[in-house]
């Protein structure tokens, strides 16, 4: 039995040529749903699976597909490709090694929602990995694996590449589809949701790379077989990156519910140094701050249960905090990514960050305060709930839970 | 004269043939890299260009430079050195590596060296937090990653660079 099903290149080298990947059985999944499923059944076969959004949403996939609108045409698929999270570099080593699955997935998704043509939004950053995708595209296109008259039906599919220039906000689906027309990646307005007022107005599926990796695979072995996979709250796998103060950072495809212990000390080597563990992030720079006692440590990763510990699991992306720095100091590198970030639409998510920005460089100057760490928190606190997209929301976590759960960081900074 | 519409004429053709024939604006994010390509940023008579191309204002043009951080409104070092220091590349070292690059080179971060030839930049995360300190370099022509970097490999890779240039 394989022990992977998205990192497939770590079995089998030369996974990202394409005679490599049909030999291992790569397209039938494709040609399958084409030449004998309808659209529909596709749907229903990755909603029995379970599969959720692993861009950090987690909302259930064949879901959003279900809800295109069928009175609106034409559809699209757009892949967000623009992995930027801090702590997140799971999607660029599945494209860049595994690029022929993904491809797949995205052509499967397509079918599902009767798209004729899709999209994948690289972040402007993936550059050399954009032009490769092309290549790899272009050779699909001439083993007609994509163009017209698919495997001798009516179907159509071409898939196309689009470059962003370096905005986090643009993986915020609506933001993307923004920046796909040609505006600055600010987000919508919602409902309408994508699935009925998306790319040009028209009934849009946005997907998460990883998200639609996972796709061919439940075609060929069934939902039921994935849906076992993981926990029950969670189903499947999932790439867990692994980065901070650890021995051996990197990707990890591992089960839902493998616990942070796991992930961190066997498969990470532990903490760098051999120095103690303090704080987990586990959705990369949006993530809330766990205090890294014993609970946590033996917490399966899903979504309910890191949910427990008042945290989200997001795209799983482990950040690793040690003795060796402070929390005051992991909080002032978060909030000017946020500054940095925020795409200015919402006043409490714009100003609100600048003015984090600005106290939480006095804090760390020492130059502060106690009214100065409650006024940062009240600051945080006012930008809860009050902005369009969940940049805003992702903002304050680490702020609001360093303050609250590693006050003797903020004692000792502003003595 | 339109510069950017004669001087890629079949690529910019290309570029719009992606896209719905009634939304050429989509174009517009590519054709603000060929824009760059020639001095590493972006004139204003390339907006006017551009916008000229794809019916667009210039001021809807511009905002786009303005919005998106790999375009750039002055002109940088012929090669732009863009290290990650956030969060994760920190915690591995990025911080001191990003300053002893500078002190090295004798320049603060977000300067350009005298000799015109490399800008460092502090920048967001670029997906390879496993692989810190690491840094992308933007030119003209495109970016590139370069991964598990030193002080030493990286003052090396400059040294090659300018000997590319003699």
């Known amino acids: ?24 059985g790569g397209f039938e999944a494709f040609e399958k749903v084409v030449t004998t499923m309808k659209p529909d059944e596709v749907t229903e076969i990755v909603k029995t699976s379970g599969l959720r959004g692993r861009g950090g949403a987690g909302f259930p996939t064949g879901l959003k597909w279900s809800f295109m609108d069928k009175d609106n045409w034409p559809h699209y698929v757009v892949a967000n490709a623009d992995e930027s999270e801090p702590g997140t570099f799971k999607d660029r080593e599945i494209m860049e090694s595994n690029p022929f699955q993904f491809l797949e997935g995205v052509a499967i998704a397509s079918y599902a929602v009767g798209a004729t043509e899709a999209y994948i939004y690289c972040r402007g950053e993936f550059w050399e990995l954009t032009q490769v995708l092309d290549e ?18 009516d ?23 923004e920046s796909m027309e040609g505006k600055r990646g600010q987000p919508r307005l919602r409902p309408p949701f994508p699935p009925s007022f998306g790319l040009y107005g028209k009934p849009t599926v946005v997907n998460n790379v990883e998200t639609l990796t996972n796709v061919p695979p439940i075609i060929t072995n069934g939902g039921e077989w994935y849906k076992n996979l993981g926990t029950e709250d969670t189903a499947g796998v999932k790439v867990f990156s692994l980065s901070g103060r650890v021995k051996q950072p990197g990707n990890y495809e591992l089960p839902f519910g493998t616990t942070f212990r796991e992930l961190i000390y066997e498969h990470g080597g532990g903490i760098s140094d051999d120095r103690s563990i303090r704080a987990i992030m586990a959705a990369g720079a949006s993530s809330a701050l766990i205090v890294a006692d014993d609970k946590a440590l033996d917490t399966p990763m ?12 997001g795209s799983a992306s482990i950040i690793v905090i040690d003795d060796s720095v402070s929390i005051d100091w992991v909080i002032n590198k978060t909030i000017h990514f946020f500054e940095h970030e925020s795409c200015g639409k ?11 920005g600005h106290i939480i460089e006095r804090i760390h100057a020492g130059q502060a305060s106690q009214n100065d760490v409650e006024l940062l928190h009240s600051v945080a606190k006012q930008i809860e709930n009050k902005c369009l997209c969940a940049l805003g929301e992702f903002s304050i976590q680490a702020v609001m839970t360093g303050i609250e759960r590693f006050p003797q960081d903020f004692e000792a900074a502003i003595k | 004269m339109n510069k950017i519409a004669e001087n890629y004429a079949d690529e910019i053709q290309k570029i719009i043939a992606k896209y719905p024939a009634e939304q050429k604006r989509s174009a517009v994010m590519s054709l603000l890299y060929i824009a760059q390509r020639e001095d590493g940023y972006v004139t204003k008579q390339d907006l006017n260009e551009i916008a000229e191309i794809l019916e667009m204002t210039p001021t809807e043009v511009v905002t786009l430079v303005g919005f998106y951080t790999l375009y750039h409104e002055e002109p940088g070092g012929q090669y732009r050195i863009q290290v990650c220091n956030d969060l994760p590349c920190a915690l591995r070292g990025a911080d001191e590596f990003l300053e002893k690059l500078c002190e090295n080179l004798g320049i603060q971060i977000g300067e350009t060296t005298e000799d015109g030839l490399v800008t460092v930049e502090g920048v967001m995360c670029l997906a390879a937090c496993d692989k810190a300190p690491m840094f992308q370099v933007q030119t003209g022509e495109g970016l590139a990653y370069h991964e598990d970097m030193t002080v030493e490999s990286t003052l090396e890779l400059i040294e090659d660079w300018k000997r590319e240039e003699k």
Request: aromatic share 10%; proline share 2%; glycine share 8%.
């Open chain 1, 1 to 24: 039995m394989a022990n992977y099903i998205l990192l497939r290149h770590r079995e089998i080298p030369d996974i990202h040529k394409l005679d490599v990947y049909r030999k291992n």
């Open chain 1, 136 to 153: 790899k595209i272009a050779e699909l296109e001439e083993a007609g694996l994509l163009g017209d008259k698919l495997f001798g039906t």
């Open chain 1, 346 to 356: 919402c006043t409490p998510c714009r100003e609100g960050n600048y003015w984090m």
């Open chain 1, 302 to 313: 899903d979504y309910a249960s890191v949910r427990d510990l008042d945290a989200d699991l």
């Open chain 1, 155 to 177: 179907y159509s599919l071409r898939i196309y590449t689009h470059l962003g220039a370096g905005a986090y906000i643009c993986g915020e689906e609506t933001a993307l589809l």
